[in-house]
């Protein structure tokens, strides 16, 4: 079972920055789209960004622009810079690895908690 691990978040100002960190416990999501989700309490998780193991990003609508997500093969890794941060990008931000082809595997972290207030 792979283990995903999120690091960096916490409290910023607005219009501050963070850089996010996951971590996967071994190589075997190589093949796998690796991710960041954001959760609200009462709303469904929405993507933040996501990248597939051959390097094609797509972001959420709120978050193109402002937010860069990278990945780094070697290590098992994918980041995200955050810049230029609001209020509203304020939530639990989830690392997820997914393969959505034969044989389908998905995997979360447990989350890290951002706070955007002044």
């Known amino acids: 079972q792979v283990q995903l691990m999120e690091s960096g978040g916490g409290l910023v100002q607005p219009g501050g920055s963070l850089r996010l960190s996951c971590v996967a416990s071994d190589s075997s999501i190589r093949s796998h789209t690796m991710g960041w989700y954001r959760q609200i309490p009462g709303r469904q998780r929405e993507l933040v960004a996501e990248?597939?193991?051959?390097?094609?990003?797509k972001y959420g609508e709120s978050f193109e622009g402002r937010f860069t997500i990278s990945r780094d093969a070697r290590i098992h890794a994918v980041f995200l810079q955050m810049d230029s941060l609001k209020p509203e990008d304020t939530g639990v931000y989830y690392c997820?690895?997914?393969?959505?082809?034969?044989?389908?595997?998905?995997?979360w972290g447990p989350g890290t908690q951002v706070t955007v207030s002044s």
């Open positions: 997820r690895a997914v393969r959505r082809y034969l044989p389908r595997s998905d995997y």
């Open positions: 990248v597939t193991s051959g390097g094609t990003e």
